[in-house]
């Protein structure tokens, strides 16, 4: 894990985790920060100062999710080949219990004004609601294929849910569980953020290098921001309202300034770009033999054209 200091955009400290390291979450009473390392079944507990190594933490199989209540003093974990929630004492950091989910449990959102937790199961195409004080199972929401992200908004009482094999973002009442609407993004949504003010929602397109910037009053993408490969999660800084966003793809952070407002226009792509190759035959300026698109056909290569006068 890197910590980065966002003033002068440079690393402050890495620290190692476990294997596959895929959500963070923060506990601001202690300063202590929690991963989920997917390949190692652990989550690993880190001094967010010194990035210092505190302890590791066992819990159920490939944990790819994190969720937080820190009124309840609980780290919720989602253990995708588990089909469980994993329930860690933020403050002793052991495990003290396990919810049952569905195939696929991850990302976990936790609404704090009615002590509900929300887990995204992948596989199940569904939500498990749950109780975050008793962990008592409370029912299971049917939404889009491949749920990979589920956020609260508080500022309209709603939740979020990236589906990325549907490209869609599906928009929940908190309360009443009910669907208010699918938007569609590009291409396999698997992050999600807010806005503090609930008026935008920001989509992780990781197919296709864009954030998807929807207007959830209208319903509709505003515009799009061009980032880096694989982007994975984003997350929208307090004070500032720019845009965090972690490229799995290329190891990278985008910092977005003003990600509400739409960008330059991105260049306009070529007719020819994905059509098949035209045939040719040239002649080969070493040797004046005639090459022709035949001698390198069903073969990747890289074709020169440049002025030879």
Not at 27 to 39: C, E, H, K, N, V
Not at 164 to 192: H, K
Not at 200 to 227: F, K, M, P
């Amino acid at each position: 894990m890197t910590a980065i200091d966002l003033d002068r955009v440079t690393p402050i400290w890495h620290a190692g985790v476990g294997r596959e390291p895929i959500p963070i979450v923060f506990d601001a009473p202690t300063g202590r920060l929690f991963t989920a390392d997917a390949r190692s079944d652990t989550v690993t507990v880190l001094d967010a100062r010194t990035g210092d190594r505190l302890t590791e933490i066992g819990v159920g199989s490939y944990p790819a999710g994190l969720g937080h209540h820190p009124g309840l003093r609980r780290i919720f974990c989602g253990d995708t080949a588990g089909s469980t929630v994993s329930v860690i004492d933020a403050d002793r950091l052991e495990p003290v219990g396990s919810i049952p989910a569905e195939l696929g449990a991850g990302s976990i959102a936790i609404d704090l004004r009615r002590g509900r937790g929300y887990c995204a199961n992948f596989m199940a195409a569904s939500l498990t609601v749950f109780d975050a004080t008793t962990l008592r199972p409370l029912g299971r929401i049917p939404v889009g294929r491949g749920p990979c992200k589920v956020i609260v908004d508080t500022a309209f009482d709603r939740l979020y849910v990236a589906n990325s094999l549907d490209n869609t973002v599906t928009l929940l009442s908190l309360t009443d569980g009910r669907i208010g609407g699918r938007f569609p993004v590009e291409r396999a949504p698997v992050g999600l953020a807010a806005s503090r003010d609930g008026r935008r929602v920001y989509a992780c397109n990781r197919g296709a290098g864009t954030i998807s910037v929807l207007d959830t009053e209208t319903g509709t993408e505003t515009h799009r921001i061009q980032v880096e490969y694989g982007p994975g999660d984003c997350v929208v800084e307090a004070g500032t309202g720019r845009l965090l966003v972690s490229n799995a793809g290329s190891g990278t952070l985008t910092i977005v300034d003003r990600p509400w407002l739409p960008g330059p226009a991105p260049p306009t792509r070529h007719a020819a770009i994905g059509c098949a190759l035209p045939h040719f035959a040239l002649p080969d300026l070493r040797t004046g033999r005639i090459r022709t698109t035949r001698e390198w056909a069903e073969k990747k290569y890289v074709i020169n054209f440049f002025a030879s006068w």
